[in-house]
């Protein structure tokens, strides 16, 4: 807009003095020109402004002279400064208004703004002025930069991102936020949307879950004109999870967040259930087990209601796993799982411990045969064959079984003891289920307490090697030995091996211990030797654990070397079970004992069940006829029939006949009579430490003893 002058009815040196100091007090340079683009006002400022020497600038100084201060200072660009100023001359000739910015050498920037003057409508000059927008510029590079700066960082978060103000209108949003809710780009064709097109679009297309959609905008524009700060959330309808959080800022504007946490929480899904289930079968795990016993003991307290534990081991599992590999053990508890599964209603639970251990919690039974029942069910269902890889399998269950609250009220001890229980099934003859008793309870702890004692047996020297004479029947010569294991304890004494071999056959201890008895009797053989007492045989129990471990072949060869021990100077007893379990694998690892030189007699024969074809593919020299037929032969025919039997079919095989637990001389004439090859018992004598052994086997041997008469047991047949 043109500028007027002041009241011209003023005289003229007012006028000029109010224009000065009003003019010097503007913040600004100014300068005016009359129509012939002469000087005629100016202010302080504008000799700063553009840095004119204060001598050069006066009234009536032509426009030319004074622009070619800053052209030959440079100003306007390289070049001739008197071309520069006819160029400018030129342009403020036209007298037209004009603005534009010049920042000066001094690095300060001026706003020019050029206005025709005009008195009374006729062009009379023309008025400059020049602003210092240094500052200004600054704060607005500055205010770039930042802003520059926040749309990165809006564009580089990992998140989508909405910033909206008070109007609920979107100020920014990334391409995160676009992608990450599917946003088509026609709903920013026209700029950024509202807030509520962007609630409107999603509820329609169902974002929000069903319901009318204006409902819920309204309902959410609602919300976020409370703008109170939120962090939830929310599952869109292809699954994916989106984490929301919505803050206020100090300005007023509002900025949410979405982050798309679905794999982490799909992560976290895996998570738990690795930390809850069994890897190998998908069921239940411990953690998951304990957590449950825990509701259901607070369920039944609160409830009075029962529950019962089944506590199940596989039967035959360790021997398949051992002989037939990892791979078809685990297929194998597989098919046990899922059979476990079948067996019970959703309600129940299946827990795998580990190893061959499942756990079954049977929710709300009230009747022990409802629980009978079921257990039943699952023995059925787990005792049917498995095929596994072209296999036939058997693995039928021992099932323990406790009930709350009748034997505990708490889950570790409900466990425990359907655990206790379920070892009581084994000792029954394995593959049936037992309900826990208190007697059964204090059997389990009698047995941990002598596990516990074993432990420290071997470290102790605990263990003794004793020793039984065997004689031939028709004359009393005695020819070997069978040593027997013994454990004295510093406090309970003489423990009887039937008490803890089978403990040891069940926890592997066997094996070591197995391992000293050899080495013990090979090297007291060797003594007896080398003091004059041969021809003797050494028997020595072999366990069915410690033959399906074929480092026992190695351990063997090493004794026989070491010791010089000849074949038939050493002997095997295997029971009929042991070699009965898995009879193929027993046939090859006995074959290979008796490569070696080392004879085998199945002991305690009779007890088991022995099949015929099978004991005549093992490479056996002897039968042991169980103590429990010698017992009472004199007096029961029919325990005299079954030894004179036995000894007939041992005979037929081309085998010897032993008979154990001969106590009288009635039974040793009775045996020898029948046929019998060889005797055992405390007729004859105990098992003797070898120090106590010695002289009798010398008598025995009719060999000279230091100061002893030779004497063996008395012949009934050869009085
Ligand atoms: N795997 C291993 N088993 C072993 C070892 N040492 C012993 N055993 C087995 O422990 C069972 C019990 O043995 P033990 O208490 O030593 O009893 C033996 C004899 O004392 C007993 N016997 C012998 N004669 C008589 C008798 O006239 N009357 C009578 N009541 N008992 C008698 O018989 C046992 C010998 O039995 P067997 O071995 O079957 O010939 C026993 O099964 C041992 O095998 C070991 O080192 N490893």
Redesign the pocket.
Same mark, same amino acid.
């Given at each position: 807009m043109p500028h007027q002058t002041p009241d011209p009815s003023l005289p003229a040196e007012l006028q000029i003095a109010y224009l000065g100091g009003v003019l010097d007090h503007l913040p600004q340079g100014i300068s005016v020109f009359d129509a012939e683009l002469k000087l005629l006002y100016w202010n302080a400022h504008f000799l700063e402004v553009l840095d004119l020497p204060a001598d050069a600038v006066h009234a009536g100084v032509p426009f030319e002279d004074l622009i070619m201060f800053p052209a030959s200072r440079g100003e306007y660009g390289p070049g001739d400064p008197v071309e520069h100023v006819r160029a400018r001359k030129a342009l403020a000739l036209r007298f037209e208004a004009h603005r534009f910015e010049r920042t000066r050498p001094n690095g300060r920037t001026h706003l020019v703004s050029g206005e025709p003057l005009l008195i009374d409508g006729q062009l009379a000059g023309f008025i400059t002025t020049y602003t210092d927008i240094t500052d200004r510029k600054r704060m607005e590079e500055a205010l770039q930069i930042s802003h520059a700066r926040l749309r990165s960082i809006i564009d580089n978060i990992p998140g989508g991102v909405t910033l909206f103000d008070d109007n609920l209108q979107l100020l920014a949003c990334n391409d995160m936020l676009r992608r990450l809710l599917d946003f088509p780009d026609a709903l920013f064709a026209n700029g950024l949307p509202s807030l509520e097109t962007l609630f409107r679009f999603n509820a329609e297309r169902g974002e929000y879950g069903p319901g009318d959609p204006e409902i819920i905008v309204r309902d959410l524009l609602a919300r976020a004109r409370q703008r109170i700060p939120h962090i939830f959330e929310r599952v869109r309808p292809d699954g994916t999870v989106l984490l929301i959080q919505g803050q206020a800022l100090q300005d007023g504007s509002f900025v949410t967040v979405y982050t798309d946490i679905t794999e982490l929480r799909r992560a976290e899904e895996r998570l738990n259930h690795l930390a809850h289930h069994d890897p190998l079968t998908g069921l239940a795990n411990r953690l998951t087990l304990d957590e449950h016993m825990r509701m259901r003991v607070a369920e039944g307290t609160r409830d009075q209601r029962r529950f019962a534990v089944l506590f199940l081991d596989l039967d035959r599992f360790k021997t398949i796993n051992d002989s037939l590999g990892h791979q078809m053990g685990d297929a194998l508890l597989v098919m046990v799982g899922r059979r476990l599964h079948a067996a019970v209603r959703q309600t129940d639970l299946v827990a795998r411990l580990g190893g061959d251990e499942f756990v079954v919690v049977l929710s709300a039974v009230e009747q022990e045969a409802s629980i009978a029942h079921v257990a039943a069910k699952i023995l059925t269902a787990l005792s049917a064959p498995y095929v596994v890889n072209g296999e036939v399998l058997h693995a039928p269950p021992s099932i323990g079984i406790s009930v709350f609250p009748d034997d505990a009220q708490d889950a570790v001890s409900l466990l425990r003891n359907a655990d206790t229980a379920m070892y009581h099934a084994k000792a029954q003859g394995r593959a049936n289920y037992q309900f826990y008793s208190e007697e059964l309870n204090r059997s389990a702890m009698a047995r941990l307490d002598l596990e516990r004692k074993l432990r420290n047996a071997a470290a102790g020297g605990e263990f003794e090697l004793w020793y039984?004479p065997q004689y031939r029947a028709c004359d009393g010569q005695a020819i070997g030995v069978?040593?027997?294991?013994r454990w004295r304890h510093p406090q309970d004494g003489l423990i009887?091996?039937?008490r803890f071999?089978p403990i040891c056959e069940d926890n592997g201890m066997?094996l070591d211990i197995?391992r000293w008895?050899m080495e013990k009797a090979c090297a007291q053989l060797a003594s007896w030797r080398n003091a004059g007492l041969a021809p003797l045989r050494m028997a020595?129990? !072999?366990?069915a654990r410690q033959l399906r471990d074929t480092r026992i072949i190695d351990l063997l060869r090493a004794q026989i070397e070491r010791h010089g021990i000849g074949p038939g100077e050493l002997e095997f007893?295997v029971t009929e079970s042991s070699v009965m379990e898995r009879p193929d694998e027993a046939a090859f690892i006995l074959g290979r004992i008796k490569a070696l030189g080392v004879s085998l007699a199945i002991?305690?024969f009779g007890t088991g069940h022995s099949s015929l074809a099978y004991l005549k593919r093992f490479p056996l020299d002897r039968l042991?006829i169980d103590?429990s037929f010698v017992s009472d032969i004199e007096h029961d025919c029919n325990d005299a029939a079954i030894v004179s039997a036995a000894i007939s079919l041992a005979h037929g095989l081309g085998l010897e006949v032993v008979a154990?637990? !001969?106590?009288s001389a009635v039974q040793w004439a009775q045996l020898k009579a029948l046929g019998c090859d060889e005797l055992?018992?405390?007729?004859f004598s105990?098992?003797l430490p070898a120090e106590q052994l010695e002289p009798l086997l010398r008598a025995a041997l009719n060999l000279p003893a230091a100061g002893a008469t030779p004497a063996g047991p008395q012949d009934p047949a050869c009085p």
């Open positions: 039984q069978e040593a027997l294991l009887p091996p039937d071999i066997i197995g008895v020595i129990n !072999v366990s007893e002991d305690d042991k103590r154990e637990g !001969v106590e055992q018992g405390y007729h105990r098992p």
